[in-house]
């Protein structure tokens, strides 16, 4: 990835603040048929996807139980199919929670991403306050949106829920 000014997490950052990421982020290559993260795992990375295509799924469990009106091929949902055009994030809450993963990110074409780690972004802070500050605005925002569009389904699924348990009441 050759302009980082490209990527939407990156767009208010001066060319200068953009060198000192360069510090902080690295190039990660994976290849097509390989999950980037598996769902119930540690994980310490965050992504940015920059070329290629990635599916997410959650699984469709209970503990390790497979509900019963689920019981189909492959119990997992398809949350979303991501590509790097743009330039989306994945595994954002792992700079801010140590949390196991909540999503398995498999790679559905080969993917190109650029890393970092708590670590190097606790160490940005240090280094340089403002960039991890602005940084970190832009996760917040995501993340933000991420609960929001989350508030929305909830809703509607337990509409939906609380009009079928209506039907069969009757």
Same mark, same amino acid.
């Given at each position: 990835? !050759? *302009?980082?000014?490209?990527?939407?997490?990156?767009? %208010?950052?001066? @060319?200068?603040?953009? =060198?000192?990421?360069?510090?902080?982020?690295?190039?990660?290559?994976?290849?097509?048929?390989?999950?980037?993260?598996? #769902?119930?795992? &540690?994980?310490?990375?965050?992504?940015? =996807?920059?070329?290629?295509?990635?599916?997410?799924?959650?699984?469709?469990?209970?503990?390790?139980?497979?509900?019963?009106?689920?019981? &189909? #091929?492959?119990? /997992?949902?398809? =949350?979303?199919?991501? %590509?790097?055009?743009?330039?989306?994030?994945?595994?954002?809450?792992?700079?801010? *929670?140590? !949390?196991?993963?909540?999503?398995?990110?498999?790679?559905? #074409? !080969? @993917?190109?991403?650029?890393?970092? %780690?708590?670590?190097?972004?606790? !160490?940005?802070?240090?280094?340089?306050?403002?960039?991890?500050?602005?940084? =970190?605005?832009?996760?917040?925002?995501?993340?933000?949106?991420?609960?929001? /569009?989350?508030? /929305? #389904?909830?809703?509607?699924?337990?509409?939906?829920? @609380?009009? @079928?348990? %209506?039907?069969?009441?009757?």
């Amino acid at each position: 990835m !050759d *302009d980082w000014s490209r990527i939407p997490l990156f767009r %208010d950052l001066a @060319a200068s603040e953009l =060198l000192e990421l360069q510090e902080v982020f690295w190039p990660v290559e994976v290849p097509a048929g390989r999950n980037l993260v598996t #769902e119930g795992e &540690v994980g310490t990375e965050m992504y940015i =996807l920059t070329q290629g295509r990635v599916r997410i799924s959650k699984s469709m469990l209970v503990g390790s139980v497979a509900l019963p009106a689920l019981a &189909v #091929e492959n119990p /997992r949902k398809v =949350l979303a199919v991501l %590509d790097g055009s743009q330039f989306p994030l994945i595994g954002e809450i792992a700079l801010i *929670d140590r !949390d196991v993963r909540s999503a398995t990110v498999f790679v559905e #074409e !080969d @993917a190109r991403f650029l890393a970092t %780690d708590r670590e190097h972004f606790l !160490d940005l802070g240090r280094r340089s306050p403002a960039v991890a500050f602005r940084l =970190l605005l832009a996760v917040a925002e995501r993340l933000a949106g991420t609960v929001r /569009r989350t508030n /929305r #389904e909830v809703i509607k699924l337990t509409t939906a829920l @609380a009009l @079928a348990l %209506d039907r069969l009441a009757r």
